[in-house]
């Protein structure tokens, strides 16, 4: 069963992503961390020349058809060509990574020097977590912000610090909510979902520090 799947909420990630990609219309796009090819499949039809970066070999096969090239391999040891990628997109990525700032710093090697750079990143300081801190729990999850596979952990300010440390200016920040579609998974497009959804997108908008599970960076280099 895929570890990823498309959330139809305007506001989770890919959503947001793909709707700033086809707002910018820049290309060569890359897109770091493909998994099954959600954002090439948002994107299809958009006339954009789009390439991936996906080490799960499985997931690189399913994701290859909604792209121009694959590459197989992680971010680190992979060898991308010098494209001058006009669009570099990190979705959920640079958390899995032991040293973010090397991985921004190689991307920029092979992007424009006016790229545009769309990441995303958990956010450790959503109300969930602190909830359970206050428990005494911190527990590792199958996904989401303590997924287990993370090795950074990271709040809005240490998010922006690392940004900055690799050399990027932040020119906007979004926040997501948590996927309602996966703790309700029947309630999708019912009135109380719906409820729910819109309640959610106003605390996010109210307080994103809070109830913002993740933020979405785009940012230029410096």
Same mark, same amino acid.
């Given at each position: 069963?895929?570890?990823?799947?498309?959330?139809? &909420?305007?506001?989770?990630?890919?959503?947001?992503?793909?709707?700033?990609?086809?707002?910018?219309?820049?290309?060569?796009? !890359?897109?770091?961390?493909?998994?099954?090819?959600?954002?090439?499949?948002? !994107?299809?039809?958009?006339?954009?020349?789009? &390439?991936?970066?996906?080490?799960?070999?499985?997931?690189?096969?399913?994701?290859?058809?909604?792209?121009?090239?694959? !590459?197989?391999?992680?971010?680190?040891?992979?060898?991308?060509? *010098?494209?001058?990628?006009?669009?570099?997109?990190?979705?959920?990525?640079?958390?899995?990574?032991?040293?973010?700032?090397?991985?921004?710093?190689?991307?920029?090697?092979?992007?424009?020097?006016?790229?545009?750079?769309?990441?995303?990143?958990?956010?450790?300081?959503?109300?969930?977590?602190?909830?359970?801190?206050?428990?005494?729990?911190?527990?590792?999850?199958?996904?989401?912000?303590?997924?287990?596979?993370?090795?950074?952990?990271?709040?809005?300010?240490?998010?922006?610090?690392?940004?900055?440390? $690799?050399?990027?200016?932040?020119?906007?920040?979004?926040?997501?909510?948590?996927?309602?579609?996966?703790?309700?998974?029947?309630?999708?497009?019912? $009135?109380?979902?719906?409820? !729910?959804?819109? *309640?959610?997108?106003?605390?996010?908008?109210?307080?994103?520090?809070?109830?913002?599970?993740?933020?979405?960076?785009?940012?230029?280099?410096?």
């Amino acid at each position: 069963m895929p570890h990823y799947r498309l959330h139809r &909420d305007p506001r989770s990630s890919h959503q947001q992503i793909s709707q700033r990609v086809r707002q910018l219309a820049l290309s060569p796009v !890359l897109d770091v961390g493909a998994a099954q090819g959600m954002l090439g499949q948002l !994107l299809a039809g958009s006339g954009l020349a789009i &390439d991936a970066v996906e080490p799960n070999p499985q997931w690189a096969e399913i994701c290859r058809p909604f792209y121009r090239n694959v !590459l197989v391999g992680t971010i680190e040891e992979t060898t991308v060509p *010098t494209e001058r990628y006009k669009v570099i997109v990190c979705a959920d990525v640079l958390e899995h990574t032991p040293d973010p700032v090397s991985v921004l710093k190689k991307l920029q090697a092979v992007a424009a020097p006016d790229a545009v750079y769309l990441i995303s990143l958990p956010n450790v300081a959503h109300l969930a977590v602190r909830l359970m801190l206050l428990a005494g729990q911190f527990p590792k999850m199958d996904r989401g912000i303590l997924d287990r596979t993370h090795l950074q952990f990271l709040t809005r300010d240490t998010a922006e610090q690392m940004l900055h440390s $690799a050399g990027l200016s932040i020119r906007q920040v979004t926040a997501t909510g948590i996927p309602l579609d996966e703790l309700w998974k029947t309630g999708e497009g019912t $009135a109380m979902f719906n409820l !729910l959804q819109n *309640t959610q997108h106003a605390l996010i908008d109210l307080m994103p520090r809070l109830f913002g599970m993740q933020f979405i960076f785009e940012c230029g280099s410096t």
